[in-house]
Nanobody, 124 residues
């Protein structure tokens, strides 16, 4: 069983930056493709970014491309989401997710394990 714990959320002004971390349990972190998703009030959960097990493949939603960067440190079993140039529309609960497969994926249905979520609020 993989457990995911997000941290780094909070309140930031538009144009600011935050870095989310997602620490995972388990000894086979490199075997998991990892993703970040978000859900704003009244909206469905949406894909943000994903990274393959070795970190060589990353994909982003068009809405965050060029502003967000996903990375991972397999030695620490941790995945990160660096968020720059934040906008009010980035306000949401952000979730870390792990899939039991090496490859990255932008589909929430392919993820088996989810964190509890961390709130990001961007003020204008």
């Amino acid at each position: 069983q993989v457990q995911l714990v997000e941290s780094g959320g909070g309140l930031v002004q538009a144009g600011g930056s935050l870095r989310l971390s997602c620490a995972t349990s388990g000894r086979t972190f490199v075997g998991y493709g990892m993703g970040w998703f978000r859900q704003a009030p009244g909206k469905e959960r949406e894909f943000v970014a994903t990274i393959s097990g070795g970190g060589g493949r990353t994909y982003y939603a068009d809405s965050v491309k060029g502003r967000f960067t996903i990375s991972r440190d397999n030695a620490k079993s941790t995945v990160y989401l660096q968020m720059n140039s934040l906008k009010p529309e980035d306000t949401a609960v952000y979730y870390c997710a792990a899939r039991s497969g090496y490859y990255a994926s932008n589909s929430a249905r392919e993820y088996d394990h989810w964190g509890q979520g961390t709130q990001i609020t961007v003020s204008s």
